[in-house]
Protein backbone atom coordinates (compact mmCIF):
# COMPACT_ATOMS: atom_id res chain seq x y z
CA UNK A 1 0.00 0.00 0.00
CA UNK A 2 1.34 3.20 -0.94
CA UNK A 3 1.58 6.31 1.03
CA UNK A 4 -1.01 8.30 -0.48
CA UNK A 5 -3.42 5.21 -0.24
CA UNK A 6 -2.87 5.35 3.62
CA UNK A 7 -3.51 8.79 3.54
CA UNK A 8 -6.64 8.76 1.74
CA UNK A 9 -8.40 5.64 3.51
CA UNK A 10 -7.59 7.50 7.13
CA UNK A 11 -9.20 10.71 5.07
CA UNK A 12 -12.09 8.23 3.92
CA UNK A 13 -12.23 6.87 7.75
CA UNK A 14 -12.38 10.08 9.30
CA UNK A 15 -15.57 10.92 7.21
CA UNK A 16 -17.09 8.13 7.08
CA UNK A 17 -16.69 7.84 11.15
CA UNK A 18 -18.41 11.31 11.57
CA UNK A 19 -21.05 10.65 9.48
CA UNK A 20 -21.62 7.10 10.62
CA UNK A 21 -21.92 8.52 13.99
CA UNK A 22 -24.14 10.85 13.46
CA UNK A 23 -26.36 9.12 10.62
CA UNK A 24 -25.10 5.56 10.35
CA UNK A 25 -24.41 5.90 6.68
CA UNK A 26 -20.55 5.39 7.22
CA UNK A 27 -20.38 2.03 4.74
CA UNK A 28 -21.35 4.48 1.77
CA UNK A 29 -18.04 6.19 2.39
CA UNK A 30 -15.91 3.57 3.29
CA UNK A 31 -16.77 0.88 1.27
CA UNK A 32 -16.31 2.18 -1.85
CA UNK A 33 -12.90 3.73 -0.48
CA UNK A 34 -11.42 0.21 0.19
CA UNK A 35 -12.94 -0.85 -3.55
CA UNK A 36 -10.94 2.01 -5.40
CA UNK A 37 -7.39 0.33 -3.57
CA UNK A 38 -8.35 -2.85 -5.24
CA UNK A 39 -9.88 -4.99 -2.70
CA UNK A 40 -12.70 -7.08 -3.70
CA UNK A 41 -15.93 -6.99 -2.86
CA UNK A 42 -16.04 -9.92 0.11
CA UNK A 43 -12.10 -8.28 0.99
CA UNK A 44 -13.45 -5.30 1.25
CA UNK A 45 -16.92 -5.71 3.00
CA UNK A 46 -14.99 -8.01 5.85
CA UNK A 47 -11.62 -5.41 6.26
CA UNK A 48 -14.54 -2.35 6.40
CA UNK A 49 -16.59 -4.52 9.08
CA UNK A 50 -13.20 -4.78 10.99
CA UNK A 51 -12.32 -1.15 10.89
CA UNK A 52 -15.79 -0.54 11.89
CA UNK A 53 -15.31 -1.49 15.37
CA UNK A 54 -12.88 1.73 16.74
CA UNK A 55 -15.53 3.85 14.73
CA UNK A 56 -18.02 1.88 17.87
CA UNK A 57 -15.60 2.67 19.95
CA UNK A 58 -15.13 6.37 19.50
CA UNK A 59 -18.90 6.88 19.18
CA UNK A 60 -19.82 4.96 22.58
CA UNK A 61 -16.93 6.65 24.53
CA UNK A 62 -18.12 9.66 23.41
CA UNK A 63 -21.99 8.97 24.51
CA UNK A 64 -21.90 8.36 27.83
CA UNK A 65 -24.20 11.27 28.72
CA UNK A 66 -26.81 10.10 26.20
CA UNK A 67 -26.54 6.95 27.86
CA UNK A 68 -27.32 7.98 31.21
CA UNK A 69 -30.80 6.14 32.33
CA UNK A 70 -30.92 3.45 29.17
CA UNK A 71 -29.41 0.47 30.86
CA UNK A 72 -32.53 -2.11 30.24
CA UNK A 73 -32.53 -1.20 26.86
CA UNK A 74 -29.21 -1.30 26.50
CA UNK A 75 -28.74 -5.11 27.69
CA UNK A 76 -31.67 -6.48 25.71
CA UNK A 77 -31.22 -4.61 22.48
CA UNK A 78 -27.63 -4.74 23.02
CA UNK A 79 -27.91 -8.86 23.18
CA UNK A 80 -30.50 -8.97 19.75
CA UNK A 81 -27.59 -6.94 18.33
CA UNK A 82 -25.06 -9.25 18.87
CA UNK A 83 -26.91 -12.28 18.16
CA UNK A 84 -27.49 -10.48 14.57
CA UNK A 85 -24.06 -9.54 14.23
CA UNK A 86 -23.30 -13.46 14.86
CA UNK A 87 -25.90 -14.38 12.04
CA UNK A 88 -25.15 -11.82 9.43
CA UNK A 89 -21.19 -12.85 9.53
CA UNK A 90 -22.13 -16.54 9.27
CA UNK A 91 -24.37 -15.57 6.15
CA UNK A 92 -21.44 -13.78 4.47
CA UNK A 93 -19.15 -16.30 5.14
CA UNK A 94 -21.27 -18.99 3.14
CA UNK A 95 -22.47 -16.52 0.59
CA UNK A 96 -20.08 -17.21 -2.51
CA UNK A 97 -17.83 -14.64 -3.39
CA UNK A 98 -19.70 -14.04 -6.75
CA UNK A 99 -23.21 -13.95 -5.54
CA UNK A 100 -22.26 -11.20 -2.79
CA UNK A 101 -20.60 -9.49 -5.81
CA UNK A 102 -24.18 -9.18 -7.72
CA UNK A 103 -25.85 -8.43 -4.25
CA UNK A 104 -23.94 -5.68 -3.15
CA UNK A 105 -25.34 -3.26 -5.91
CA UNK A 106 -28.85 -3.78 -4.47
CA UNK A 107 -27.95 -3.79 -1.17
CA UNK A 108 -26.22 -0.37 -1.72
CA UNK A 109 -29.35 1.02 -4.36
CA UNK A 110 -32.25 0.21 -1.07
CA UNK A 111 -29.73 1.48 1.63
CA UNK A 112 -29.81 4.86 -0.59
CA UNK A 113 -33.53 4.69 -1.28
CA UNK A 114 -34.36 4.56 2.40
CA UNK A 115 -32.38 7.17 3.71
CA UNK A 116 -34.27 9.26 0.72
CA UNK A 117 -37.77 8.29 1.64
CA UNK A 118 -37.05 8.24 5.65
CA UNK A 119 -38.56 10.93 7.58
CA UNK A 120 -36.31 13.27 8.94
CA UNK A 121 -35.11 12.58 13.02
CA UNK A 122 -36.92 15.23 14.79
CA UNK A 123 -40.48 14.50 13.41
CA UNK A 124 -39.51 10.40 14.30
CA UNK A 125 -38.59 11.56 17.38
CA UNK A 126 -41.76 13.26 18.09
CA UNK A 127 -44.48 10.77 16.61
CA UNK A 128 -42.29 8.47 19.16
CA UNK A 129 -42.87 11.36 22.15
CA UNK A 130 -46.94 11.69 20.75
CA UNK A 131 -47.44 7.76 21.14
CA UNK A 132 -46.22 7.59 24.84
CA UNK A 133 -43.50 4.67 23.88
CA UNK A 134 -40.67 6.83 26.23
CA UNK A 135 -38.83 3.78 28.38
CA UNK A 136 -40.19 1.18 27.21
CA UNK A 137 -38.79 -1.80 25.39
CA UNK A 138 -40.96 -3.60 23.08
CA UNK A 139 -40.15 -7.11 22.10
CA UNK A 140 -40.87 -6.41 18.26
CA UNK A 141 -38.16 -3.57 18.85
CA UNK A 142 -36.09 -6.50 19.87
CA UNK A 143 -36.87 -8.26 17.14
CA UNK A 144 -36.40 -4.99 14.93
CA UNK A 145 -33.03 -4.59 16.27
CA UNK A 146 -31.81 -8.15 15.85
CA UNK A 147 -33.12 -8.02 11.51
CA UNK A 148 -31.07 -4.81 11.22
CA UNK A 149 -28.28 -6.16 13.58
CA UNK A 150 -28.30 -9.00 10.60
CA UNK A 151 -28.02 -7.10 8.16
CA UNK A 152 -25.15 -5.28 10.09
CA UNK A 153 -23.01 -8.38 10.35
CA UNK A 154 -23.38 -9.04 6.57
CA UNK A 155 -22.88 -6.01 5.14
CA UNK A 156 -23.87 -2.91 6.67
CA UNK A 157 -24.64 0.18 4.35
CA UNK A 158 -27.41 2.44 6.46
CA UNK A 159 -28.00 -0.69 9.29
CA UNK A 160 -27.64 2.69 11.27
CA UNK A 161 -30.20 4.77 9.64
CA UNK A 162 -32.55 1.69 10.14
CA UNK A 163 -31.92 1.18 13.92
CA UNK A 164 -31.97 4.92 14.53
CA UNK A 165 -35.60 5.38 12.56
CA UNK A 166 -36.66 2.95 15.03
CA UNK A 167 -35.41 3.92 18.18
CA UNK A 168 -36.82 7.00 17.61
CA UNK A 169 -40.25 6.14 16.47
CA UNK A 170 -40.34 3.62 19.54
CA UNK A 171 -38.68 5.12 22.15
CA UNK A 172 -39.68 8.81 21.72
CA UNK A 173 -36.41 9.59 23.10
CA UNK A 174 -34.37 12.28 21.06
CA UNK A 175 -32.02 12.38 18.53
CA UNK A 176 -28.82 12.53 20.66
CA UNK A 177 -30.07 10.07 22.85
CA UNK A 178 -31.68 7.36 20.32
CA UNK A 179 -28.38 7.63 18.34
CA UNK A 180 -26.26 6.83 21.36
CA UNK A 181 -28.02 3.86 21.43
CA UNK A 182 -27.94 2.83 17.86
CA UNK A 183 -23.94 3.38 18.29
CA UNK A 184 -23.81 1.07 20.90
CA UNK A 185 -25.80 -1.27 19.58
CA UNK A 186 -24.39 -1.04 16.08
CA UNK A 187 -21.14 -1.15 17.76
CA UNK A 188 -21.49 -5.21 19.14
CA UNK A 189 -23.18 -6.46 16.18
CA UNK A 190 -19.88 -5.35 13.71
CA UNK A 191 -17.85 -5.89 16.97
CA UNK A 192 -18.60 -9.80 16.90
CA UNK A 193 -19.19 -10.12 13.17
CA UNK A 194 -15.58 -8.34 13.08
CA UNK A 195 -14.01 -11.29 15.47
CA UNK A 196 -15.65 -13.88 12.66
CA UNK A 197 -14.36 -12.30 9.94
CA UNK A 198 -10.38 -11.70 11.72
CA UNK A 199 -10.61 -15.64 11.62
CA UNK A 200 -12.36 -17.29 9.27
CA UNK A 201 -12.24 -14.30 6.19
CA UNK A 202 -9.48 -12.72 4.36
CA UNK A 203 -9.12 -9.31 5.87
CA UNK A 204 -6.95 -6.44 4.37
CA UNK A 205 -5.22 -5.55 7.60
CA UNK A 206 -2.99 -2.96 5.75
CA UNK A 207 -6.28 -1.78 4.46
CA UNK A 208 -7.94 -2.04 7.96
CA UNK A 209 -5.57 0.25 10.24
CA UNK A 210 -6.08 3.68 8.23
CA UNK A 211 -9.03 3.11 8.03
CA UNK A 212 -9.72 1.85 11.43
CA UNK A 213 -7.60 5.36 12.66
CA UNK A 214 -10.09 7.51 10.78
CA UNK A 215 -13.27 5.57 12.14
CA UNK A 216 -11.79 6.55 15.69
CA UNK A 217 -11.54 9.93 15.13
CA UNK A 218 -14.44 10.60 13.39
CA UNK A 219 -16.50 8.34 15.23
CA UNK A 220 -15.47 10.37 18.77
CA UNK A 221 -16.36 13.72 16.73
CA UNK A 222 -19.22 12.28 15.42
CA UNK A 223 -21.86 12.68 18.75
CA UNK A 224 -20.55 16.32 19.55
CA UNK A 225 -21.85 17.53 16.47
CA UNK A 226 -24.90 15.55 16.05
CA UNK A 227 -26.69 18.31 17.71
CA UNK A 228 -26.00 20.82 15.17
CA UNK A 229 -25.41 19.60 11.95
CA UNK A 230 -28.25 19.95 9.48
CA UNK A 231 -28.94 15.80 8.12
CA UNK A 232 -31.29 16.36 5.77
CA UNK A 233 -29.39 17.73 2.52
CA UNK A 234 -26.23 15.44 3.99
CA UNK A 235 -28.54 12.70 3.50
CA UNK A 236 -29.71 13.68 0.46
CA UNK A 237 -26.23 14.02 -1.11
CA UNK A 238 -25.51 10.72 0.41
CA UNK A 239 -28.21 8.57 -1.04
CA UNK A 240 -28.02 9.82 -4.41
CA UNK A 241 -23.81 9.08 -4.59
CA UNK A 242 -25.13 5.67 -3.07
CA UNK A 243 -27.31 5.12 -6.33
CA UNK A 244 -25.07 6.29 -8.22
CA UNK A 245 -22.40 3.80 -7.06
CA UNK A 246 -25.23 1.09 -7.14
CA UNK A 247 -25.49 1.13 -10.59
CA UNK A 248 -21.91 1.20 -11.33
CA UNK A 249 -20.92 -1.88 -9.06
CA UNK A 250 -24.08 -3.21 -10.74
CA UNK A 251 -22.57 -2.80 -13.98
CA UNK A 252 -19.07 -4.26 -13.47
CA UNK A 253 -21.12 -7.15 -11.84
CA UNK A 254 -23.22 -8.20 -14.74
CA UNK A 255 -21.46 -7.19 -17.51
Same mark, same amino acid.
Given at each position: ???? +????????? /??????????? %???????? =???????? #???????????????????????????????? @????????????????? $????????????? %??????????? =?????? #? !?? +? /?????????? @?? @??????????????????????????? /????????????? #? @?????????????????? $??????????????? !? /????? %??????? !?????? $???????????????????????????
Amino acid at each position: MSLL +EFGLLTLAG /LGAGLIGSIAG %LASLISYP =ALLATGLS #PVAANVTNTVALVLSGVGAVSASRPELTGQRD @RLVRLGAAGLLGGVTGA $VLLLLTPAAAFER %LVPFLIAGASV =AILVQR #P !PR +E /LAAGGTAAGQ @RH @RVHWGLVLGTFGASVYAGYFGAAAGVV /LLAMYLLVTGEGV #P @RSNALKNVVLGLANGVAA $VGYAFFADVAWLAAL !P /LAIGF %LLGGRLG !PRVVRR $VPQTLLRRLIAVAGLALAVHLGLDAFD
